[in-house]
């Protein structure tokens, strides 16, 4: 078999990527039809750079959630094909069975594996933990930075002295130091992710006793069910046989997750939240002024119930930018991680170990760092798109 051309490549790549497409044309073509009852989403769609980097995340979320099922890829990731170290793109595979794709569409990297397919799975290692990470880091800096805004005095004293403590450490450092093998061997990030990652546990239960406190009828068997689900999870989330923290038996375990990325997650979360903890106590400090504050406490309304449905909800504008722009943070923080070789496996897909290893001959083979460098550019790229889309927006709202 002749090798490619690049017309032949960019069209095998569009055919394998058909049901990406196909669910971002549902996405968006539902989006706009209703998007007058979606409320700040919706608005998006009136943003020309909104809807670009919205697409362009959302490709990459598609693709790893397609890829991780197998449907994109056109080889095992971690599989090699002794023929086809450095590759060029087009490349076909010798001796190819039936069963096997017939060509390296984006070629070969010095060990030989597929640069296609580990651009495809490297996407789901960042669509599973970026997002993820973001999310925990909110859940801790908003449970503390809202009630630091709005008491003021020693508390929010103490909590931003422990933030700025925080924030004054060297990043790179502590991530070195968590994945050395005689601080993983202490348990350190272990009790870190129990400590981290009890405080979405904590603003679930809040937020519903809060709104629901005048109902126990309704109250109590909400919490219960809702705790409990989120109990297990978090139980399952950090329990780890034969670690240093296992709470549950293994049969409760609802999943594993390996050593290197639980470090990469831990770290993640407490490296955001101090950040995101100054933001909404800044706003928190702005908002307890406005008069409908004043009208809920007029009314009787506890100081949780103002925090979390007066003063939340009308800071959301800047929060959802910031949750946009901190997942491309971390992204980025993610691919360097991986850069570096710090926490993620070694034969990890993720798109910064891929530019490390393309590195060592980026003089000679350019695609095996290229292609996962354009990946990574694209991703965080949309999401700050997408970040201003919505800025754009909320300043209307």
């Known amino acids: 078999m002749e090798p490619l051309s690049w017309a032949d490549i960019l069209g095998r790549i569009f055919v394998q990527f058909t049901p990406v497409w196909i669910a971002l044309v549902v996405v968006f073509a539902a989006s706009i039809w209703f998007k007058r009852n979606l409320g700040l989403y919706g608005k998006l769609f009136d943003s020309t750079i909104g809807m670009i980097g919205f697409a362009l995340v959302m490709f990459w979320v598609f693709t790893g959630i397609f890829g991780a099922m ?34 390296y569409l984006l070629g070969g990297d010095n060990l030989a594996r597929d640069v296609f397919s580990r651009m495809v799975k490297g996407a789901w290692v960042v669509v599973q933990i970026a997002p993820l990470a973001t999310l925990f880091a909110f859940m801790v800096g908003i449970t503390l930075g809202l009630p630091a805004g709005f008491y003021g005095g020693r508390l929010d004293t103490l909590l931003s002295f422990l933030a700025n403590l925080i924030l004054a450490f060297p990043v790179i450092l502590l991530f070195y130091l968590l994945v050395t093998p005689e601080i993983i061997a202490t348990g350190i990030p272990n009790y870190m992710a129990t400590c981290l990652f009890v405080f979405p546990l904590i603003f679930v239960a809040i937020l519903l006793n809060s709104r629901y406190h005048t109902q126990p009828a309704l109250r109590t068997p909400l919490l219960i069910g809702v705790l409990g689900v989120l109990g297990w999870l978090y139980l399952s989330l950090i329990s780890e046989v034969g670690s240093k923290v296992q709470v549950i038996p293994g049969f409760l375990d609802l999943f594993d997750v390996p050593g290197g990325i639980l470090v990469v997650f831990v770290s993640v979360v407490f490296v955001n939240s101090p950040t995101v903890f100054r933001i909404v106590r800044g706003l928190t400090m702005d908002i307890k002024t406005r008069d409908y504050v004043a009208a809920a406490q007029t009314r009787g309304e506890g100081p949780w119930y103002i925090m979390l449905w007066e003063i939340l909800p009308n800071a959301r504008g800047p929060l959802i930018v910031d949750f946009c722009l901190r997942i491309g943070y971390t992204t980025i923080l993610l691919g360097t991680l991986g850069f570096f070789g710090l926490g993620l496996p070694p034969e990890s897909p993720d798109w910064g170990t891929t530019i490390n290893d393309g590195r060592r001959l980026l003089s000679i083979y350019l695609h095996p760092a290229i292609v996962p460098a354009l990946s990574l550019l694209s991703r965080v790229l949309g999401l700050n798109l997408l970040a201003d889309g919505l800025r754009e927006e909320s300043l209307k709202d």
């Open 70 to 103: 197998d449907m994109v890829v056109t080889h095992d990731a971690l599989n090699q094909i002794s023929v086809m170290k450095n590759k060029a793109p087009g490349t076909p595979v010798m001796g190819a069975g039936e069963d096997v794709y017939p060509y």
